[in-house]
C-alpha cells in the first residue's frame, strides 16, 4: 500500500485581552474544507523543515516552533482507486495577533477561529490534534506564570542561593518527569537542567529506560544553584516545594523518577535510597519511582550498575503505562 508523510502547523495568536482570545488559523480550501498549513514531505526534507517551507509557501508565514510540542495521526484515503495510507505530523507555533497572511493558489481563503468554533468544523483526527495543542498551550500559560513568581524567589531577605532559575525542560505533557536534588555550575551558567556530568549519564539511563531525553520533563527540588554544591538546606527545600508540585501539577505525568536522597525523601518520603531504590510509591495518586542521584555514579563506578538496574525496572514499568510511543 501506498503511504504519503505530511507535516505542518498549528497556527494560534492570543490577543491582550483579559482573558485572553486565542485563535487558531485555518485555511480554506476550494470546496471550503478547512485545513492547517500542512503539505507533504519532501525526499531528504525532515518533518519539521517541511512544516516550515509548507506554512511559508501557503500562508507567507515564517514560523517559530514552539519547543516540544508534536502531534500526529494517520489515516487511510482513497485516490484514483488506490487506498493510500496518509501520516500527518504537526507542529505548534504562535504568532502575534493581527499577524497578516498570504495564501497561495492551493486555498481560496483563510480563517481565524477560537477553539470551539474550530471543533465543530473539523474531522476527528484534525479535532484531537487541535484539543492536544489548545491543552499544550493552556499548560504553557500555567507553567509560565509558576516560574515567573518561582523567580522572583530570590528577592526573599537572606537569600544564598544563585538568583537564576534553572526551570526544567521538556515537553509540558510528558508521561515521564525526572527529579534531581538542584542545579550545577554548569547548569546555573547555561539555564537548563542536567547538562554536565551527571545529565550525560542521565540521558544514558534514560535510554535504557526506552526514553529519549526530549521526551521527559527534566528539573530538580531546588531549581536554583546551591554555590559550591552544597545541599540545599531544609529551608530552601521548603520554599521551593510548592512551586515543584504546582509544576507537577501541570504536567500531569504517569510516572516521576526521583533521583537522590533530597528528591525521594521530599517527595515520596523515601530519603534512604541506598536501601529504597528500584521502589515505585504511589503518592497523593502520583506514582513515583526511586533511586540514586546520576552523580552518585560519577562520583562512585561501583553504582552505575545499580542506576543501570533500576532504570531497566523502569522500563518494564512503562512498558505497561505507555500510552504513546
Ligand atoms: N543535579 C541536579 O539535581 N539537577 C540538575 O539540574 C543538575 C545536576
Known sequence: MKREFSAGFIVYSEDAGKPKRRMFLFLVRE????DMPKGLIEKGESALVAALRESKEEAGLSLERVPSFKTGYSFFKRENG???????????????????????????????LDFNDALKKLYKDEVEAITMANDYIDRIDEMDAINREYSRLPERKGWSLSKRLVSGEGPLNSEVMVIGQAPGRFEDQSGRPFIGASGKLLDRLLRLAGLKREDVYITSVVQFFPPKNRKPSDEEIRMCVPFLKRQIDVIRPKVVVLLGAVSAGTLAGKGKVMSEHGTFVEKEGITYFVTLHPAAGVRLKKNVPVLENDFRLLKKRLQGKRTVQ
Open 82 to 112: 488506490e487506498l493510500v495510507h496518509k501520516h500527518v505530523t504537526l507542529f505548534l507555533a504562535r504568532v502575534p495577533a493581527g499577524t497578516g497572511i498570504r495564501i497561495s493558489w492551493e486555498h481560496k481563503g483563510y480563517k481565524w
Open 31 to 34: 470546496n471550503g474544507a478547512l
